[in-house]
């Protein structure tokens, strides 16, 4: 099905806007936009939902405090019994239900059927394509992938995907709409499979995976070659910038001519994959819960938000990278 016309949001600043799921990703999404000062509602079948929303809006404002953002101007929120309470009269609708095509299309469906008809929606799917989702919606036009980072309400990236049937402009608003959120949308201006960052983690992800398996490290130690090592410049350079300094005067060609003929060398196994057998999954159990199952999940939320604010003081002080979403957000709190 398609569009036999172009469907142009038409933003009211006065409406809600709505969350569809209240898991981890859906209630950092509800926190976002409630601090960001607008009235939400969500919807979720899950009982606990409400609690869920709660605990991860306290991490929330304690991250935005610590930040010295404004917490005080906050929209309120209502859980809602059903989609179409929650999409009816939204101005913007996240999707945030789990990774299963046949879900997500029975879900917009039900969004289609109550939402306005220029509203967009944007889907926190990681890897689904825009174009499976929008080929059973009457409206796919409007439909976006919008690919957050947890936590969401502190990590300011979100990836936006069109499909076959968005036009630009829609993809133009969308990001808008995430910037009014405080957040750094890039345009993955291809549709492909995991877009850009998941791609990028799952080549690493692999990589590790060996590495256990083959007994050469155990996660801890992965993680510490990380958080040690070249995860401290990533966080605030990446991988290209990265390597232009490691070429020091010569600047990036020169990097590449001294370091491009090792990509030859047989170093990694990116082109397979270890078997998930029961024993490498006890191994990677077993080396987890040594590492870290002393700190229950809440409390390494905590830990990861005080150091990721740390990490975004210091890249503000400095006028550098993600900093400047926070000095973006304080400028329109000022």
């Known amino acids: 099905m398609g569009d036999s016309e172009v469907h142009t949001a038409q933003t009211d600043p006065?409406?809600?806007?709505?969350?569809v799921g209240c898991g981890?990703?859906?209630?950092?999404?509800?926190?976002?936009?409630?601090?960001?000062?607008?009235?939400?509602?969500?919807?979720d079948p899950n009982p606990d939902a409400e609690t869920i929303l709660l605990e991860v809006l306290d991490n929330a404002v304690a991250a935005w405090d610590d930040l010295g953002l404004p917490t005080d101007r906050q929209g309120s929120y209502t859980i809602v019994s059903s989609i179409a309470e929650a999409v009816s009269g939204a101005s913007f609708i996240q999707e945030s239900v789990p990774e299963r095509p046949d879900l997500k299309a029975a879900v917009l469906a039900d969004i289609e059927a109550a939402a306005p008809v220029d509203t967009i929606?944007?889907?926190?799917?990681?890897?689904?394509?825009?174009?499976?989702?929008?080929?059973?919606?009457?409206?796919?036009?409007?439909?976006?992938v919008g690919h957050p980072f947890n936590p969401v309400y502190l990590l300011p990236l979100v990836e936006v995907v069109g499909g076959e049937h968005t036009p630009p402009v829609i993809i133009e608003q969308a990001m808008e709409l995430y910037r009014g959120l405080g957040m750094?949308?890039?345009?993955?201006?291809?549709?492909?499979?995991?877009?850009?960052?998941?791609?990028?983690?799952?080549?690493v992800w692999r990589e590790a995976l060996w590495l256990v398996n083959d007994g050469v490290a155990t996660t801890q130690e992965i993680d510490d070659a990380m958080t040690y090592g070249f995860g401290l410049r990533w966080a605030q350079m990446g991988?290209?910038?990265?390597?232009?300094?490691?070429?020091?005067?010569?600047?990036?060609?020169?990097?590449?001519?001294?370091?491009?003929?090792?990509?030859?060398?047989?170093w990694t196994k990116l082109m397979d994959t270890p078997e998930f057998t029961p024993e490498l999954v006890d191994k990677l159990v077993e080396q987890s819960d040594a590492q870290s199952g002393h700190h229950s999940i809440r409390e390494l939320e905590r830990i990861r938000d005080r150091n990721v604010?740390?990490?975004?003081?210091?890249?503000?002080?400095?006028?550098?990278?993600a900093g400047n979403t926070i000095a973006a957000q304080r400028a329109v709190d000022s």
């Open 184 to 203: 750094h949308p890039i345009h993955v201006r291809v549709e492909i499979d995991a877009f850009i960052a998941d791609r990028l983690l799952e080549a």
């Open 121 to 144: 929606i944007g889907s926190s799917t990681s890897g689904i394509k825009p174009s499976t989702m929008q080929a059973t919606m009457m409206h796919p036009g409007r439909l976006v």
């Open 239 to 266: 991988l290209f910038e990265t390597y232009r300094v490691a070429g020091g005067a010569g600047g990036f060609r020169h990097f590449v001519e001294q370091f491009g003929p090792t990509l030859e060398w047989p």
């Open 24 to 43: 981890v990703i859906g209630a950092a999404w509800a926190s976002r936009m409630l601090l960001s000062g607008h009235d939400v509602k969500i919807s």
């Open 14 to 19: 006065t409406a809600h806007m709505a969350t």
């Open 309 to 321: 604010v740390g990490f975004l003081k210091v890249l503000e002080g400095n006028r550098w990278g």
